[in-house]
C-alpha cells in the first residue's frame, strides 16, 4: 500500500472548521429529531395503549408506516413531494422563504420516523406494567389522565431507558443520511474534506472517532441515569 | 400539477430490475451476516479471553458507527488496499455483511444465552465434544429462539440496503431516483417506492409476527 500520511491536514484552516462545524450540525440535528422522536412516539405509544378504538387505530396505523419505509424513501417524500402537495401560500414559503429547508426536513424526517421506534419501546413498556397496578390507581379513584401521570408513565418509561438509548444512538448515526440532502453533517464533511485533499484516511478516521466517542459518551451517560432511576425489587435492578 | 403514473408503466422493466437488485443484495447479506454473526458469537462467549475481546471490539465499534460512513470507509479503503478498483456492488455488498454480522452476533448471542445451561451439560455428560454439543444441541434451540428477531432485523437490513444510493448501485431506490430525474415525475415514483417498501414490510413482519405465534418453544 503506497499512501502518504499527513494527519496535520485535520488541524490546518479550513479543515478543521469544516469538522467542527460537520459536527455542530449532526450533534443539532440529531438532538432537534429525538425531541421530536421522543414527544411524538411517547403520545403514539400511549394512544396505542389505550381503550379507545380511534386513538389506538392511529397509533398503530402511524407506527406501521413509518417503521415500513426506509428512512431514505422519508427523506425523499418530505423533501420532494411533501412540498407540491400543500396549499399555494405554503409552497411559496416552504420553496422559497424558509430558512436552510434541507436541515429542518431532515430534521421532521428522522423525527418521525424514530417516533415509530419510540412509540414500540413506550408501548412495551407500558404494558409489561402488572394489570394489577392499573386496576389499584382505578379503585383509588384515579382518572385515566392520572393513571398514566403518576402509575403508568413513570414505571413505564424508566423501564424502557436501554432501548431508549439505543434509539437516540440510531437517530444520531442516522442524521448521516441527512448528507443525501445536502446537509453538511459529519459524514459529509468527511467525504468534502476527502475530495478537497484527495486524503482519504483521516478525514473519515477523524469521522470514525467523533462517532464513537459520542457513542461512548451517551452509553456511559444512560447507565447512570439507568442506576439513579432503578426501581427497586425488579429485575433490571439485578442487571449490569 | 396533474398526475400521471404512466410513467411506472414505461419503465417497469427498469424499476422491476431495481426491485430484484434491493432483494439480492439482502438476501446475500442476510447469509453472510448470519454466518459471520455466527462465529463472533461464538467468539464473544468463548472462554478464550482473546478471542472475546477481538469479537467485542469489532461489535461494538461498528455498532457505533453510521453505515453510511462504513460504506465510504470500504469504498475508499478497499482498493487501495487490494491494489485495484472495486465496483460499487461488490463493495456495499462486502460492507453489509460485515456491518450486518454485528448486528446478528448480538441477536445470535442472546439466542444461544437462553438456552438451558442444563441443556450444555446434558450434552457434555453425553461424551459430545464442544463443538458437537454446539452444533447438535445448543444452536439449533438457540436458533428456533431467535428467528423472530433475525428476521425482524432483516427486515430493517431490507430497508437500509436503498442506502447503497450513496454510492449509485442501481438498487429499487435509486433506480426511482433516476427515472424520476429523466422524466420529472418525482411525486409519482418516489411514491412508488414508499408504497411498495410499506406493503412489502408490512406483510412481511406481520409473517414473522404469525411464526412467532406458532413456532415458540
Same mark, same amino acid.
Given at each position: 500500500?503506497?499512501?502518504?500520511?499527513?494527519?496535520?491536514?485535520?488541524?490546518?484552516?479550513?479543515?478543521?472548521?469544516?469538522?467542527?462545524?460537520?459536527?455542530?450540525?449532526?450533534?443539532?440535528?440529531?438532538?432537534?429529531?429525538?425531541?421530536?422522536?421522543?414527544?411524538?412516539?411517547?403520545?403514539?405509544?400511549?394512544?396505542?395503549?389505550?381503550?379507545?378504538?380511534?386513538?389506538?387505530?392511529?397509533?398503530?396505523?402511524?407506527?406501521?408506516?413509518?417503521?415500513?419505509?426506509?428512512?431514505?424513501?422519508?427523506?425523499?417524500?418530505?423533501?420532494?413531494?411533501?412540498?407540491?402537495?400543500?396549499?399555494?401560500?405554503?409552497?411559496?414559503?416552504?420553496?422559497?422563504?424558509?430558512?436552510?429547508?434541507?436541515?429542518?426536513?431532515?430534521?421532521?424526517?428522522?423525527?418521525?420516523?424514530?417516533?415509530?421506534?419510540?412509540?414500540?419501546?413506550?408501548?412495551?413498556?407500558?404494558?409489561?406494567?402488572?394489570?394489577?397496578?392499573?386496576?389499584?390507581?382505578?379503585?383509588?379513584?384515579?382518572?385515566?389522565?392520572?393513571?398514566?401521570?403518576?402509575?403508568?408513565?413513570?414505571?413505564?418509561?424508566?423501564?424502557?431507558?436501554?432501548?431508549?438509548?439505543?434509539?437516540?444512538?440510531?437517530?444520531?448515526?442516522?442524521?448521516?443520511?441527512?448528507?443525501?440532502?445536502?446537509?453538511?453533517?459529519?459524514?459529509?464533511?468527511?467525504?468534502?474534506?476527502?475530495?478537497?485533499?484527495?486524503?482519504?484516511?483521516?478525514?473519515?478516521?477523524?469521522?470514525?472517532?467523533?462517532?464513537?466517542?459520542?457513542?461512548?459518551?451517551?452509553?456511559?451517560?444512560?447507565?447512570?441515569?439507568?442506576?439513579?432511576?432503578?426501581?427497586?425489587?425488579?429485575?433490571?435492578?439485578?442487571?449490569? | 400539477?396533474?398526475?400521471?403514473?404512466?410513467?411506472?408503466?414505461?419503465?417497469?422493466?427498469?424499476?422491476?430490475?431495481?426491485?430484484?437488485? /434491493?432483494?439480492?443484495?439482502?438476501?446475500?447479506?442476510? %447469509? &453472510?451476516?448470519?454466518?459471520?454473526? #455466527?462465529? +463472533?458469537?461464538? *467468539? =464473544?462467549?468463548?472462554?478464550?479471553?482473546?478471542?472475546?475481546?477481538?469479537?467485542?471490539?469489532?461489535?461494538?465499534?461498528?455498532?457505533?458507527?453510521?453505515?453510511?460512513?462504513?460504506?465510504?470507509?470500504?469504498?475508499?479503503?478497499?482498493?487501495?488496499?487490494?491494489?485495484?478498483?472495486?465496483?460499487?456492488?461488490?463493495?456495499?455488498?462486502?460492507?453489509?455483511?460485515?456491518?450486518?454480522?454485528?448486528?446478528?452476533?448480538?441477536?445470535?448471542?442472546?439466542?444461544? /444465552?437462553?438456552?438451558?445451561?442444563?441443556?450444555?451439560? %446434558? &450434552?457434555?455428560?453425553?461424551?459430545? #465434544?464442544? +463443538?458437537?454439543? *454446539? =452444533?447438535?444441541?445448543?444452536?439449533?434451540?438457540?436458533?428456533?429462539?431467535?428467528?423472530?428477531?433475525?428476521?425482524?432485523?432483516?427486515?430493517?437490513?431490507?430497508?437500509?440496503?436503498?442506502?447503497?444510493?450513496?454510492?449509485?448501485?442501481?438498487?429499487?431506490?435509486?433506480?426511482?431516483?433516476?427515472?424520476?430525474?429523466?422524466?420529472?415525475?418525482?411525486?409519482?415514483?418516489?411514491?412508488?417506492?414508499?408504497?411498495?417498501?410499506?406493503?412489502?414490510?408490512?406483510?412481511?413482519?406481520?409473517?414473522?409476527?404469525?411464526?412467532?405465534?406458532?413456532?415458540?418453544?
Amino acid at each position: 500500500m503506497n499512501y502518504s500520511w499527513d494527519w496535520g491536514l485535520l488541524f490546518r484552516e479550513p479543515y478543521v472548521g469544516w469538522i467542527a462545524s460537520g459536527f455542530a450540525t449532526t450533534c443539532i440535528l440529531a438532538t432537534y429529531a429525538w425531541l421530536i422522536a421522543f414527544s411524538v412516539g411517547s403520545v403514539i405509544g400511549v394512544f396505542r395503549t389505550l381503550d379507545n378504538k380511534i386513538l389506538s387505530t392511529i397509533g398503530t396505523v402511524y407506527v406501521e408506516i413509518f417503521r415500513n419505509i426506509p428512512l431514505l424513501a422519508q427523506m425523499f417524500i418530505w423533501y420532494f413531494v411533501i412540498p407540491e402537495l400543500l396549499p399555494h401560500d405554503a409552497q411559496i414559503y416552504v420553496k422559497r422563504g424558509m430558512p436552510n429547508p434541507q436541515f429542518w426536513t431532515a430534521v421532521v424526517a428522522l423525527g418521525l420516523y424514530t417516533a415509530s421506534r419510540v412509540a414500540e419501546q413506550v408501548r412495551s413498556g407500558i404494558q409489561s406494567i402488572p394489570s394489577g397496578q392499573r386496576a389499584a390507581a382505578l379503585a383509588m379513584g384515579f382518572t385515566s389522565t392520572q393513571v398514566y401521570r403518576y402509575v403508568l408513565l413513570p414505571i413505564g418509561f424508566r423501564t424502557v431507558i436501554p432501548s431508549l438509548t439505543n434509539d437516540f444512538l440510531g437517530v444520531f448515526k442516522n442524521s448521516s443520511l441527512a448528507l443525501t440532502l445536502g446537509v453538511m453533517e459529519l459524514t459529509a464533511t468527511a467525504r468534502q474534506i476527502e475530495e478537497y485533499s484527495f486524503q482519504s484516511f483521516e478525514p473519515y478516521a477523524a469521522a470514525t472517532v467523533l462517532y464513537s466517542c459520542v457513542t461512548l459518551l451517551a452509553i456511559t451517560l444512560m447507565r447512570y441515569l439507568e442506576r439513579r432511576t432503578r426501581i427497586t425489587g425488579t429485575a433490571s435492578a439485578g442487571g449490569q | 400539477m396533474g398526475f400521471d403514473f404512466n410513467v411506472l408503466w414505461q419503465y417497469k422493466e427498469l424499476l422491476l430490475h431495481g426491485l430484484m437488485v /434491493s432483494f439480492q443484495l439482502t438476501l446475500v447479506a442476510i %447469509a &453472510g451476516g448470519i454466518v459471520l454473526g #455466527t462465529f +463472533l458469537a461464538l *467468539m =464473544r462467549m468463548s472462554r478464550l479471553r482473546v478471542l472475546s475481546a477481538l469479537a467485542g471490539l469489532y461489535v461494538n465499534f461498528l455498532r457505533s458507527l453510521p453505515l453510511i460512513l462504513v460504506i465510504f470507509w470500504f469504498y475508499v479503503l478497499a482498493p487501495k488496499i487490494v491494489g485495484h478498483p472495486i465496483d460499487a456492488y461488490s463493495s456495499v455488498l462486502i460492507t453489509f455483511i460485515l456491518f450486518e454480522a454485528a448486528y446478528y452476533c448480538e441477536i445470535i448471542r442472546a439466542g444461544i /444465552s437462553s438456552v438451558k445451561r442444563g441443556q450444555v451439560q %446434558a &450434552g457434555l455428560a453425553m461424551g459430545l #465434544t464442544h +463443538l458437537n454439543m *454446539m =452444533r447438535y444441541v445448543v444452536l439449533p434451540q438457540a436458533f428456533r429462539n431467535m428467528l423472530p428477531v433475525l428476521l425482524t432485523q432483516s427486515i430493517i437490513m431490507f430497508q437500509d440496503t436503498s442506502i447503497v444510493y450513496i454510492v449509485g448501485v442501481r438498487d429499487f431506490l435509486t433506480t426511482a431516483d433516476v427515472v424520476a430525474n429523466s422524466t420529472n415525475r418525482p411525486i409519482e415514483l418516489y411514491t412508488t417506492v414508499a408504497v411498495t417498501y410499506l406493503v412489502i414490510c408490512f406483510a412481511a413482519s406481520r409473517l414473522v409476527g404469525r411464526l412467532q405465534r406458532s413456532y415458540a418453544l
